[in-house]
């Protein structure tokens, strides 16, 4: 089973971010897959669910509001085994799911729901006995493109890669790499060009190597490049950057000695020309990578796993990186139990997120972990770090074949159903407002998150509030305030989502971020 961990990073506009840890879960295994954060300014969480499954497992979306507290969870699941590996949102609003609906002919799945979490439609693909997706995207043209992978029963698999329309209709689908071994496609994105870029582990012959795949819009092969050392390397993720090159990375097993395992991330040019490529880990340690986030100046966020924490389980790494591959910093969250992480994205103001699993699946005891951090790495808890990032690795260019695959689409038949998720709190350290010379200041508005109305508290009784603006995450201003002659301010007509409210008094100007509720 894919177990994942998601880190996000988020940047809200002139907001100073809460620091938390908090637990999801029910009576069984609660799984997190992969994380996005939401057009609301919230988060949505693909995985698996055994407290829930209509059977052994079934696939499971939580959507959190920006605080990080749940709005609703749905579960979907025919077979014995279903589960979820990739989550988007729509362009309509609402969110498209892949992963594979188990039993002993695993099918392909794609599911569409709307804003509230409803199945409109979902879709089953077959090309060979056992199918899964592990990641997707929508296409310019409102459909899907969604890659994994497509075996036998005993003569090895394929990469496989299949193109949709809007209502999941099957346009092709192709079959990439020989019959052979066990390849399969790990991540797949649309590029500026309007084709698909995705990374692959491949055996090469006695190990695996992390591949690079270029292709048309039509899914036919461009270029490729592999990257590895004497032992195994394999892909997690890919991103185009602003340069209009590439980054793709995960796990390295041949750059260390004893053989353990390094965080590993490659930077190539538009034309698959390297430009760096380089390992991060401790001695005698072990690490990887699970996604990555280009910042604002060119840098990257890199999520993964450490076991160089106090107590050596796995646990969160989130390593800063220059735009040349220089290791800036590195936290590594000190937790009690395994930790596995997949997703990093950018949000304002610098702060962070990561949601994943932490637990023992064979003790039944496996929940959805979520943490936020400040713009500097820092949230509540105890941090270690990695010591080390060296160079390394030499691109390969080589030609892979791909082939038409004979692809069967037929309609699934999932339905949602509501469940209920219990929050646990570990730990909070919380900053209330920034004023602009970016120093901390003791002034807060509660309840936050707020219905109706929300009260303004300053640190001190002889400061006046002279006006306050209410705008939104875009900077569009939604209220203007002015001559104050009370600390409570309506919001009823605000539509839920997530605000910053400016406040000024004689000396200072504050802003502090708020969710309105439904």
């Known amino acids: 089973m894919k177990q994942k961990l998601l880190l996000i990073i988020i940047l809200l506009p002139f907001l100073s971010n809460a620091q938390y840890q908090r637990l999801f879960g029910s009576t069984g295994n609660d799984i997190a897959g992969e994380m996005i954060r939401t057009n609301d300014g919230g988060y949505a969480i693909v995985g698996d669910t055994y407290s829930f499954g209509l059977t052994k497992s079934d696939v499971m979306v939580t959507k959190l509001n920006a ?8 579960t979907f699941g025919i077979s014995d085994y279903d589960h979820g590996y990739d989550i988007i949102q729509t362009t309509d609003g609402g969110y498209a799911v892949c992963g594979v609906a188990g039993g002993n002919t695993n099918q392909a799945t794609l599911i569409k729901l709307n804003a509230s979490g409803i199945v409109q439609w979902s879709k089953y693909f077959s090309a060979n006995t056992r199918q899964s997706f592990s990641s997707l995207v929508q296409t310019p043209d409102g459909g899907y493109a969604l890659a994994g992978q497509a075996s036998t029963n005993n003569n090895g698999s394929w990469g496989y890669l299949v193109k949709t329309d809007s209502l ?12 052979e071994f066990y390849p399969e496609l790990k991540d797949i994105i649309t590029t500026k060009d309007g084709g698909y870029a995705v990374v692959a582990i491949y055996p090469n012959p006695a190990y695996y190597d992390m591949y690079f795949i270029k292709l048309s819009s039509t899914g ?11 032992s195994t390397d394999a892909p997690a993720f890919v991103r185009q950057t602003s340069d209009d090159g590439y980054i793709f990375g995960g796990i390295a097993f041949s750059y260390q000695t004893p053989l353990n ?20 880990g401790s001695v005698s340690k072990n690490e990887s990578a699970s996604d990555i986030q280009e910042l604002p100046d060119g840098g990257f966020a890199v999520l993964g796993i450490s076991d160089s924490s106090f ?9 800063r990186l220059n735009k040349n591959g220089s290791l800036m910093s590195s936290k590594v969250i000190n937790v009690t139990d395994n930790c596995y992480t997949t997703s990093v994205t950018s949000v304002n103001a610098g702060g962070f997120a990561i949601v994943g699993t ?12 979520f943490t936020r951090f400040d713009k500097n790495g820092n949230t509540c808890g105890g941090f270690s770090k990695v010591n080390y990032s060296k160079d390394t690795g030499t691109l390969v260019s080589l030609t892979i074949p791909v082939i038409n695959a004979n692809t069967i689409a037929a309609p699934g038949v999932e339905v949602s159903v509501d469940r209920t998720l219990t929050a646990t709190g570990i730990c909070q350290s919380d900053i209330n407002a920034v004023v602009n010379n970016n120093q901390t200041q003791s002034i807060r508005i509660y309840p936050n998150p707020a219905k109706d109305f929300i009260h303004i508290e300053t640190g001190t009784v002889s400061e006046k509030i002279i006006s306050a603006n209410i705008i939104d995450l875009n900077g569009n201003m939604m209220m203007q305030l002015k001559n104050l002659s009370s600390s409570q301010i309506n919001i009823s007509r605000l539509k839920p989502g997530a605000y910053t409210l400016i406040v000024h008094t004689a000396a200072k100007e504050y802003r502090v971020m708020f969710m309105k509720e439904e």
């Open 168 to 179: 999941g209709t099957l346009q092709w689908s192709k079959l990439i790499f020989p019959r």
């Open 311 to 319: 107590n050596s389980v796995y646990s969160p790494l989130l390593l």
């Open 220 to 230: 036919t092969f461009q270029w490729a490049r592999s990257i590895g050392g004497s």
């Open 261 to 280: 395992q390094d965080a590993f991330v490659v930077k190539m040019d538009n034309s698959g020309n390297r430009l760096w490529s380089r390992t991060y």
């Open 358 to 369: 932490i637990g023992s699946l064979f003790n039944n005891s496996q929940e959805m972990f």
């Open 67 to 74: 605080s990080g507290n749940v709005q609703w969870v749905k």
